[in-house]
């Protein structure tokens, strides 16, 4: 099964990497999108020797001439799961906005394949109403979301936003995989 994995700019963005080496290890094939300021949490390198795929981060980088990448990125996944996903992305797919390699591939790609959204932000910034109207807005138009935790987080507060436990994401994904 392929899963197209989206990695953006949270401090939960290391998991990734887990999410990657256990999907891998349950026979996925992973492709990753790392965004730029996912990049400044995790490096390509390590989902990259993790997944065993290239990691995808410039829409624009020409790899193979006679393929249009963000398109062929979406008709090869099965399902798409952004982990973690930040408020900006989630703005972004709620209003079509397709301004980067991970927002265009999601748009080519959710009128055919699911799409798994798991939150990981700050409580203020999730419980922002224009933040869960965007996930209501989305969740009304099939996508699919793996609820963040209340936890004690990065910037030291307590409440909700931390990435799922990743037992729950790979779970989730599996089992929307059969």
Known sequence: MNVLLGVTGSIAAYKAAEITSRLTKQGCNVDIILTESGSKFITSLTLQTLSKNKVYMDMFEEITPSEVKHISLAKKADLVLIAPATANIIGKIAWGIADDFLSTVVMAAANHTPVYIAPAMNT?????????????RLAERGYHFIEP???????GDLGKGALA???????????ALQ
């Open 165 to 175: 436990d990743v037992d729950k994401i790979v779970e989730t994904v599996l089992n």
């Open 124 to 136: 203020e910034m999730y419980e922002n109403p224009i933040v869960q109207e965007n996930i209501q």
């Open 149 to 155: 935790k209340s936890s004690l987080l990065a910037c």
